[in-house]
């Protein structure tokens, strides 16, 4: 092909194609020949795509509605950013949109190349041309204890002032330092500097980096904060700042502690306004290990920790005796046994949140029941939380981990909006079987509500799916644009997968007019 030319090539699948074709995008590149679609395999695209039309045209005659209309929504390609790699939900941001580029953190498991295995991966994608790129950070970096990757090592971002991206990223709890690069030149975060550690102490055991920027803080120069997990080694929120941009960094505290009694550890998620305002919304501890796990909120500012309601708690250099010094949110018990998912701030700078609880029948045991989670949603309304029940979450994603659920996001430009992973019917708990190979698979729905989270109507995002769909996130800084992106494949533990990390992009508005169920 002559220089310019452009290679069309056959996009993987699409999500809610009815009776269209799957989009061919061009790409320019190579000059290899179309790739089909691998759940096509070696068989005949247009043999397959006679038996899918009269498949599709069947369907419509018996139920009477269009191919658009089964689900909602109009019909969406699923874009593969990359094909291998996974993340934990504990680290922020994971993914971010700078300058019309998103810009996505994963861990690679090697399953296509077994060089890649561990390592730590960015893809910036061009939100207006396609063209994407992917950079190692760090390659091949091991837990050291049998596997050779974890989803715990993903990295977090915060697009600096000058407009360069800051990448922190760490072992899960086994090395007592961080690793953090910074992008070469503002708007091209597929070029990095050097790569540098910071350890806050010899003793420190870190893992799960959140990157906040106060623009207000040293002396209005700005300040970075990271807060990630395990300074001295115990295992609590703890964090590090910058004040020239994440250049150096100077060592913190523990900011909520524990009972010595009971060494729990408590999982914080982060929002914050970018000035001066730090939100924690966070547990008693890890739900496998604190049976009756509540969450809690809190927020930062001008050096002290507040109550939701603004009652002053003490200085972030002090930090919490317990987590129970908070706003508690959902009071858990041996029945319901919570976990944090997500936080967001609303226009008016409100907190609102999105949780996990896992249901214990009566006379089970706590350490066995994992086939029922749900799904809440709870908004700060200026003077209490309101927190509802909003969805069924199916079951955990394997024995070990009872309260690993395909998990739940906030939009982070739209309070009425989430998006859930889930194995059955978000309003009735019903197993969803898929009519690609009868199997249960974790699929994505959109939630949207119009009464402050009183009701919720809900459209599949993907459905009838082959593998399962997990981890939904909605990237900051997306503008008009909704960027949805999930981990794609089949996940047996964090350091056992394999995924891809896909997503769709959307206008604003038609991801906020969804035909519901």
């Known amino acids: 092909m002559g220089k310019g030319a452009a290679r069309w090539e056959v996009l993987p699948d699409c999500v809610n194609c009815g009776s269209q074709r799957p989009a061919l995008s061009p790409q320019k590149q190579g000059g290899a020949a179309p790739q089909v679609p691998p759940e096509l395999g070696q068989r005949s695209l247009g043999r397959e795509w006679v038996k899918l039309s009269r498949i599709f045209r069947l369907l419509i005659c018996v139920v009477g509605v269009s191919p658009l209309g089964l689900y909602g929504g109009q019909p969406r390609t699923v874009i593969v950013f990359n094909d291998d790699g996974g993340w934990c939900w504990f680290q922020g941001e994971r993914a971010l949109v700078s300058d019309g580029t998103l810009v996505i953190g994963s861990v690679a498991a090697g399953v296509h190349d077994p060089a890649r295995r561990g390592n730590i991966e960015v893809v910036a994608y061009d939100l207006s041309s396609g063209r994407k790129r992917l950079s190692v950070l760090h390659p091949r970096l091991s837990d050291g204890q049998g596997s050779q990757y974890d989803d715990h090592n993903a990295p977090a971002f915060l697009v600096r002032p000058d407009g360069r991206i800051l990448a922190v990223y760490s072992k899960h709890g086994l090395e007592n330092r961080f690793y953090y690069r910074i992008s070469a030149e503002p708007g091209n975060p597929a070029m990095w500097q050097a790569e540098r550690t910071f350890i806050p102490t010899a003793s420190s055991r870190i893992t799960y980096s959140n990157l906040v920027w106060l623009a207000a803080e040293n002396s209005s120069k700005g300040r970075i904060y990271d807060f990630f997990r395990g300074l001295d080694g115990r295992n609590k929120p703890s964090y590090a700042w910058s004040d020239d941009s994440g250049e150096t960094w100077m060592t913190g505290g523990v900011f909520i502690d524990v009972p010595s009694s ?256």
Request: proline content about 6%; hydrophobic content about 30%.
């Open 262 to 517: 009971f060494p729990h550890r408590p999982y914080v998620k982060y929002a914050s306004n970018g000035v001066d305002v730090v939100h924690m919304f966070y547990t008693d501890g890890h739900p496998n290990e604190f049976k009756g796990n509540s969450n809690y909120h809190i927020y930062y500012k001008g050096g002290m920790l507040y109550k939701s309601d603004g009652s002053p708690i003490c200085g972030l250099k002090q930090g919490l005796r317990t987590p129970e010094q908070g706003t508690r949110i959902f009071a858990g018990d041996a029945a319901d046994i919570a976990w944090t998912s997500d936080i967001r701030l609303d226009r008016a700078g409100r907190p609102y949140v999105a949780y996990s609880v896992r249901k214990v029948p009566v006379g089970a045991s706590p350490n066995s029941a994992g086939n029922d989670h749900r799904y809440h949603y709870a908004r700060w309304s200026g003077k209490q939380w309101v927190d509802r029940e909003i969805a069924y979450a199916g079951s955990c994603l394997y024995s070990s981990e009872l309260d690993y659920t395909g998990n739940i996001t906030l939009d982070p430009g739209d309070p009425d909006t989430v998006y859930i992973s889930t194995n059955v019917e978000p309003k009735s708990g019903a197993p969803l079987l898929s009519r690609a190979d009868g199997k249960r698979h974790y699929e994505i729905f959109r939630g949207t509500t119009t009464d402050g989270g009183a009701s919720w109507s809900w459209t599949a995002i993907t459905m009838d799916s082959s593998a399962d769909n997990l981890r939904p996130i909605v990237p900051d800084g997306s503008g008009d644009n909704t960027v949805l992106l999930w981990l794609r494949g089949a996940y047996r533990a964090y350091t056992d997968y394999n995924l891809a990390v896909v997503g769709v992009i959307s206008r604003r508005q038609e991801a906020a007019t969804p035909r519901g169920r």
